[in-house]
């Protein structure tokens, strides 16, 4: 488990390295979404990379000892823990290996080579690319990287938690519920954990596509489950099991785990870049695409946050998500 | 004329009810054009309505008599000053009739009837449709609120290159040049008259399409010319006409204009959206285009800011783009 005091650790480590983003507050877009919530959008699209996972890669890669360093590091990554790791390693002037599904967006795969990494292309899913990850791990001596099973991750993507509640303040303004995608879990483990110290009352809410609710189902079956298969457009919602650091945090402090249809998540994209001129990918939209359906209870009137958690998103995929 | 005063007062007069904008840097949109320039992009797209004729059009109406206020105002838009112009009308509880060519964006004309305007769709050009805008002033009684060549209009659009300015003094950072997209004139002859007291150094480019080259033709001329067509996927630079007052601030405080065709414009959203996740409309991405194809000259290393003059783009339009 992680606590308060390792997401500030991991916010005091990569301070300077990281941006703190933006909360842009979208009046238009809060008025189209049933109750018409006050929104806040955090707005790690426009983080280091594209997304929040430069956070937690660089708060991992950056405590590897020297041994650990010469070996080199190897993850598995849909693409934005891939390119987390691949600039953090570079940062570090650490090898970098990653290993991404055969269909992973293209925009994805070049950005990774373009921070320096090696991108090994393997399966036609996570799950056979975290294989093969695995494999180069025992065969090369590798360092894996957790997309999101491990706590100098979780602890990393939980320091979003740390700036959205002190921009918060800052504007003299307080949360009363905070929506946050769920891919691995590594994000919402690390936020609420956070957030369950920071603000104890504060409603906190996941949202997953109805293609990878893996989380979902691990909270029904009462321990973490494995998928088979995963089919949504959100790339970045796609693990196939739910971490298990993030489902005991998700049982002890998340409200609960909302699952919507890939065309809530294909509508929050669309309505971002209308209402707010944002460019979110579609993981990075899944949260208002919930609030635009109105599948968050209770959130008439409310100040919600949402995590706008990246933007890495081919120009080919937006231009089929426009229609 | 207008001077930095005039500039400073409609800055005073339209604080706290449209945005502080906010800077962005670009580094890797930046290392992606000839001489890599330090980019610098105020973001316009996020202001009220979407562009920075919220300015304009809310200093002129602000200061109308009552007369003129029981009489209303009627102006005519491509959509930017369209909106503007409905959002500042509502505003100061004015009727507003806003005349848009018959092919305007219907995001455009629905964000104007939005705002509560009455839109009259009206000829295949801003030509046509500016002289269905007269008609109405002189049939109705209307106040016709000019898109640009009004000296109130222009010090509002102005207040941009305050803000700017104070945000770079604020980072520790001076621009070197700074590139503003031309329709008629009202933004460059705003800002420039500004800068050119601000800070006499600056280098100040304009830039316009291929398609709708006003303001080039006018400096050719000696005098501001009309245009009899114009053509360009900018719809928001192609006014037909350079205005009078900006012609003259132009022809004393801007290094040059710079024509660029629609294609280095369409590259320019689509790179923002790509490197930056930022959606502007092709005239808000005129300038990012022209630094792409290194249109502007000696920027290598240089701090260039550019105005992201509006991000009001329809999606089918976008998707278009896209390919």
Known sequence: MIRLSDVQDARDRIAGRVHVTPVVTA????????GAPRLFIKCEN???????????????????????????????????????????ARAAGVRATVVMPEAA????????????????????????????????EAERGFVFVHPFDDPLV?????????????????IGEQLDVVVIPIGGGGLIGGMATAFAELQPGLRVYGVEPEGAASMRGSLDAGQPIKMTCVNTIADGLGAPAAGALAFEVVKRSVRDVIVIP???????????????????????????????IGAVPD?????????????????GTLAKLMS
């Open 105 to 136: 967006s293209r925009a994805k795969v070049e950005a990774s080579r373009g921070y320096g990494a090696e991108v090994v292309l393997h399966g036609k899913s996570s799950i056979e690319a975290l294989a093969r990850a695995r494999e180069l």
């Open 46 to 88: 426009f983080q280091k990379t594209g997304s929040f996972k430069s956070r937690g890669a660089l708060n991992k890669i950056d405590r590897l000892t020297d041994e650990e360093r010469a070996r080199g590091v190897v993850t598995v990554s849909a693409g934005n823990h891939a390119q987390g790791v691949a600039w953090a």
């Open 262 to 292: 890939d065309d809530a998540i294909a509508r929050g994209v669309r309505e971002l870049l209308v209402y707010t001129k944002l460019l979110a990918e579609p993981s990075g939209a899944a949260c208002v695409g919930a609030l635009l």
């Open 27 to 34: 009046t238009l877009l809060g008025e189209r979404m049933p």
């Open 299 to 315: 959130v008439a009137g409310k100040n919600v946050g949402v995590v706008l958690s990246g933007g890495n998103v081919d120009l």
């Open 154 to 170: 979780a602890a990393g993507a939980g320091s979003v938690a740390l700036e959205l509640h002190e921009q918060m303040q800052a």
